[in-house]
């Protein structure tokens, strides 16, 4: 069955940096279009940062210049660098992807267990 398993979040100061992981796995046929969301306390889930399968990538406007998606296809992993981190950057943030698996191929979404960030000023 597909997985998604995100890691690398924890506490950091403001002005520092993170980067998060996510390992798409279980019987993979092929990984599609992948994405990062996030959910602050009392608000609701939004898209970060997404990246489509040929590479092209497209982010919120709050964190252009500041983060930066990037994947590899061969491990099946999209990642997440965060530079310059601001305390509204703390919440919740999730990997997103469309996979098909090797049971049936047909695409579908999946969504990882979440890892917290939280960026203290």
């Known amino acids: 069955q597909v997985q998604l398993v995100e890691s690398g979040g924890g506490l950091v100061q403001a002005g520092g940096s993170l980067r998060l992981s996510c390992a798409a796995s279980g019987g993979i046929f092929r990984v599609y279009d992948m994405a990062w969301y996030r959910q602050a306390p009392g608000k609701q889930r939004e898209l970060v940062a997404g990246?489509?399968?040929?590479?092209?990538?497209n982010y919120e406007d709050s964190v252009k210049g500041r983060f930066s998606n990037s994947r590899d296809d061969a491990k099946n992993m999209v990642y997440l660098q965060m530079n310059s981190l601001k305390p509204d950057d703390t919440a919740v943030y999730y990997c997103?992807?469309?996979?098909?698996?090797?049971?049936?191929?047909?695409?579908?979404?999946?969504w990882g267990q979440g890892t917290q960030v939280t960026v203290s000023s």
């Open positions: 990246i489509r399968s040929g590479g092209s990538t």
């Open positions: 997103n992807a469309e996979v098909s698996s090797t049971i049936d191929y047909i695409p579908r979404l999946y």
